[in-house]
């Protein structure tokens, strides 16, 4: 894949350098009476998704993918997190975390939980084959494995995997081989039947291939592909003595130390990073249970390991590979299947979008209402509508095949002035962003890549359309990613809007990412990190001083994850002054809730299930007799320190009352859910509610249906009314 830019384009003229440094702090308290530890409150948070797969209530292939997310989980926290503490300790970084705890400290933390963690998956997946078998799917070893199906999959062993696999061996003529990161490995001691010393060999076991074979056509009977490897590694080893094998993974580093303000070219910097992350250091070493000790120790040697950087697995050394059952064509053993729904302002496509816009606003919310039929359409529309003189698009995540790719693609061709801001900077879908960036120039698109410095995160959508009456604007504002695969599992809202005080912040917050504006005023949205951190600390006071005026007085915010000091000590204060505080937190939350003297008034609850919380949302009572009349906004930030002061992100208001009272209804379902929740305690602790049987998601599915058959049934009404 060519990396490099075209000649013909300027190597500076698609960025550009950050602004002036906003005049704050980060808040340098480190308490444990305050705040709870990072690290550990996402692995909390890990523990829950695979609490997820022990619950006997989800369907039985549903808990194999909650298990591989686990997995899957775990993996990226060993490259994000254990690799940039063990980065901070080889560089002799001091900072501590803001419960007080050295690197070193958090390493050994990290450690003693993951132990636990990993026999409780281990022991998961044990219970989940022995329900397998129940419903008629077995998972064998080779040991279990009739004469005959040996012989069959020798056969389709022969035929399709030994021809992929390639066996090193380590002398002094091969040196020690390249091991890529996350792939499982067979390390295989061997012997010359003429010597006496032992040589090593490493096969890779290829992704390339299913990690799982089916032993016969007829039956639902699988064997790993590892297994089989295993037991005919003699194929591989003609006349050699095979004295002992032991599969092993190992993990390497994926946190960057790329300083992007020295960075060149920014295209050119994240394209050398993504070639040296392959050769990062390890940063752990998984291996199976009985391990061979004299290929552990050479292992450990070559790969420049400390002992507790290796972990033992009683379980898989890959729990991803579990996705294969997950994904099996059982009906019965998953959740009802479930289509999005198209709301019925969108339903009439002969009727042109921006018509419906105009009409009103619009709140969506995914996957529970189509992404497709309405962001999707959006851009698909504009792109080829000859009233759109200009589309405005930021990119993050957006997947492969991307259809807003093509749109953006046709509508340049088209002559319309196409602008799109590709993050580079996206942890793990670097290459994929490249590869569109380059794409889109190709086609002509002019492609910005942000702002030296700073990830855009924000999701938003400009679109600039000649009309009657003058030029207007249509934006979309969401709280997810333009990737249309995830929006069918992410949870997620989108506003749609014309309004005129919205679309010119809007206008202005594209000139702040292409262009070097230096404007630190937004009427109505709030942008990051230019006012949203100063706003969120005003309104948070706010609302201390209207409870101790006796005025009504609440806070409620949903998000990903919580760790900003500033933002925590401003709402323990209005606990203190007695506002009442709800957090719907997915992930890790770093405030001490409930805790006596300093946040008796906050509730902190985690949800978790059928489909990936996501959605931002941000709600203050600001003095209102009705709870519906508070200040609601949605966007792209979550209340970390990263999102607030070292990302480039957008949060907007929601006036229209309607709207209002779908995001105020999602909230009470949210807070009142009595199946999905889980309660934190002070100390960081979660505890589900098993009141329920239907959970948040089924509820918010069936209400979906309801609204929209609610809203035929008037339509159908006012229709016949008319007659």
């Known amino acids: 894949m060519k990396t490099t830019r075209k000649r013909n384009s300027p190597p500076s003229a698609t960025r550009k350098r950050a602004p002036r440094k906003l005049k704050y702090l980060q808040h340098t308290r480190s308490s444990s009476s305050e705040f709870t530890n990072r690290e550990i409150g996402w692995l909390r948070f890990n523990l829950r998704v695979l609490q997820e797969a022990q619950d006997q209530r989800q369907p039985l292939l549903e808990r194999f993918r909650f298990l591989s997310i686990s997995g899957s989980n775990l993996d990226e926290f060993f490259m994000k997190r254990v690799g940039g503490l063990k980065r901070q300790l080889a560089y002799n970084v001091s900072t501590k975390s803001s419960d007080g705890q050295t690197s070193e400290q958090q390493l050994m933390a990290i450690r003693k939980f993951v132990g636990p963690m990993m026999l409780s998956q281990s022991q998961c997946y044990d219970e989940l084959k022995k329900k397998l078998v129940e419903s008629g799917i077995r998972i064998s070893k080779w040991s279990d494995l009739t004469p005959k199906e040996k012989d069959s999959v020798k056969k389709y062993y022969l035929k399709n995997v030994f021809p992929v696999l390639t066996p090193l061996s380590v002398d002094p003529g091969h040196p020690f081989p390249f091991i890529s990161n996350l792939s499982t490995s067979l390390g295989v001691t061997l012997r010359h039947p003429d010597r006496e010393e032992k040589l090593f060999a490493r096969i890779k076991v290829p992704k390339v291939l299913p990690a799982w074979i089916q032993v016969d056509k007829s039956v639902e009977k699988y064997i790993s592909l590892l297994d089989v490897i295993t037991e005919n590694l003699q194929d591989l080893f003609p006349h050699m003595q095979v004295l002992n094998v032991m599969p092993f993974r190992i993990t390497r580093n994926a946190d960057s130390d790329r300083d992007e303000e020295d960075a060149e070219d920014l295209l050119q910097s994240i394209t050398e990073e993504l070639r040296q992350r392959r050769f990062a250091e390890v940063v752990r070493l998984q291996h199976g249970p009985n391990p061979d000790l004299w290929i552990l120790q050479f292992l ?89 003189l200009a589309i405005k698009m930021t990119l993050y995540r957006t997947g492969d095949n991307s259809p807003f790719v093509k749109s953006l693609i046709e509508a340049a061709e088209m002559g319309k002035q196409v602008v799109c801001l590709v993050e580079l900077k996206a942890r793990f879908d670097e290459e994929r962003n490249i590869y569109w960036a380059q794409e889109l120039e190709s086609a002509g698109v002019h492609v910005v890549y942000g702002v030296v410095g700073l990830k855009t995160h924000a999701k938003t959508t400009l679109i600039v359309r000649q009309e009657e009456e003058g030029l207007n604007c249509y934006c979309h504002i969401g709280t997810g990613n333009y990737n249309v695969s995830t929006s069918r599992f992410y949870t997620d809202f989108g506003l749609l809007t014309a309004r005129d005080e919205i679309t010119n912040d809007v206008v202005e917050f594209f000139h702040y990412l292409t262009g070097r504006s230096l404007k630190t005023e937004y009427k109505n949205l709030l942008v990051a990190p230019v006012n949203m951190f100063h706003q969120m600390i005003k309104m948070i006071e706010r609302e201390g001083e209207n409870a101790k005026a006796g005025k009504p007085a609440q806070i409620i915010a949903k998000f990903n994850n919580m760790e900003e000091n500033d933002i925590s000590l401003a709402l323990y204060s209005a606990s203190q002054s007695g506002v009442d505080i709800d957090l719907i937190v997915r992930g890790f939350c770093c405030m001490r809730p409930k805790t006596n003297g300093l946040s008796e008034k906050i509730r902190v609850i985690s949800i978790l299930g059928r489909f990936l919380e996501h959605s931002r949302v941000y709600y203050f009572r600001n003095a209102a007799a009705d709870p519906v009349d508070g200040l609601f906004f949605i966007g792209s930030a979550d209340w970390m320190y990263r999102n607030l002061h070292a990302r480039v992100e957008a949060l907007v208001p929601i006036y229209d009352r309607n709207l209002k009272e779908k995001l105020w209804e999602s909230l009470q379902l949210s807070l009142k859910d009595g199946r999905q929740a889980w309660d934190m305690d002070s100390k960081g602790n979660y505890t589900q509610r098993k009141s329920e049987s239907i959970g948040l998601h089924q509820k918010l599915i069936d209400l979906t249906k309801n609204r929209l058959k609610s809203e035929q049934e008037q339509k159908e009404k006012q229709k016949k009314e008319s007659l």
């Open 300 to 388: 450990i040697d070559e790969l420049e390991l400390k002992p507790e950087d290796v972990y033992e697995h009683s379980g898989e050394l890959d729990y991803g590979d579990l996705l294969f059952f997950a994904d099996l064509p059982r009906k019965d053993l998953k959740f009802e299947s479930f289509s999005s729904i198209t709301p019925h302002a969108f339903a009439d496509e002969s009727q042109s979008i921006f018509n419906i816009i105009r009409a009103s606003d619009h709140l969506l919310h995914h996957p529970y209402e189509s992404f497709s039929s309405t962001v999707e359409r959006f851009v698909r529309e504009a792109a080829h509508d000859p009233k759109v």
